[in-house]
C-alpha cells in the first residue's frame, strides 16, 4: 500500500478535520467578529470622517457666503462713506470760497473807504498847501505880505471854484 498525501490514512483524516473544525469555530467565534468589529469601526470612522467633512464643507461655504455678503455690504457702505466725504468736501470748499468771497469783498470795500478818506485827507492838505503857497505868491506879486488875507472869504471862493473846475474835468474826462 502505498500511502501518500492524495491517499491520507483515515486516522489522520479525522484529525485534520477536527483541527481544521477546531482553528474554522476559533476563526469563526473569536477572531472573525473582532475583525468584522474592526471593520464596522474603520468604516464607521471613514464614514463619520467624510460626513464631518462634508458638514465642514457646507459650513465653510455658509461662511464664504456671508463673508461675500458681508464683503459687499462693507463695500456698499464704503461707497456711501466715499460720497458722503465727497459731497462734504464740495460742501466745505463752496463754505470756504464762499466765506473768501465776501472776505475780499469786505477787505475791497474797507480798502475803498480808507482810499476815501486818504483822498479827502490829501486834498484837505493839498487845498491847505495851495491856499498857504497862494497867498505867499500873491504876497511877492503884490509886494506886500498878506497874511491876513489867508482867512478872508476871496480865497475860499476861489479855492472852491478851483476845485469845481478841476472836478468836471475829472468826470467828463
Known amino acids: 500500500m502505498n500511502i501518500g498525501p492524495l491517499e491520507p490514512r483515515v486516522p489522520d483524516l479525522i484529525v485534520a478535520v477536527v483541527c481544521f473544525a477546531l482553528v474554522f469555530v476559533f476563526f469563526a467565534k473569536v477572531l472573525l467578529p473582532r475583525l468584522v468589529r474592526v471593520l464596522a469601526e474603520r468604516t464607521d470612522a471613514i ?3 467624510i460626513e464631518r467633512a462634508e458638514e465642514t464643507r457646507l459650513k465653510a461655504e455658509r461662511l464664504h457666503s456671508e463673508y ?3 464683503l459687499a455690504e462693507a463695500r456698499r457702505e464704503l461707497a456711501h462713506l466715499r460720497q458722503e466725504a465727497l459731497e462734504q468736501g464740495s460742501a466745505i470748499i463752496a463754505a470756504a470760497r464762499e466765506e473768501g468771497a465776501r472776505q475780499r469783498d469786505a477787505l475791497i ?11 479827502a485827507l490829501a486834498a484837505a492838505e493839498l487845498t491847505e498847501g495851495v491856499r498857504h503857497v497862494a497867498i ?4 511877492r506879486i503884490v509886494g506886500e505880505p498878506l497874511d491876513a488875507f489867508a482867512d478872508s472869504e476871496v480865497v475860499e471862493r476861489y479855492l472852491e471854484e478851483l476845485n469845481t473846475k478841476f472836478s468836471s474835468r475829472g468826470t467828463t474826462g
Open 109 to 119: 470795500a474797507d480798502a475803498q473807504a480808507q482810499l476815501e478818506v486818504d483822498r
Open 136 to 139: 505867499e505868491l500873491a504876497g
Open 68 to 70: 461675500k455678503s458681508e
Open 47 to 49: 464614514e463619520g470622517t
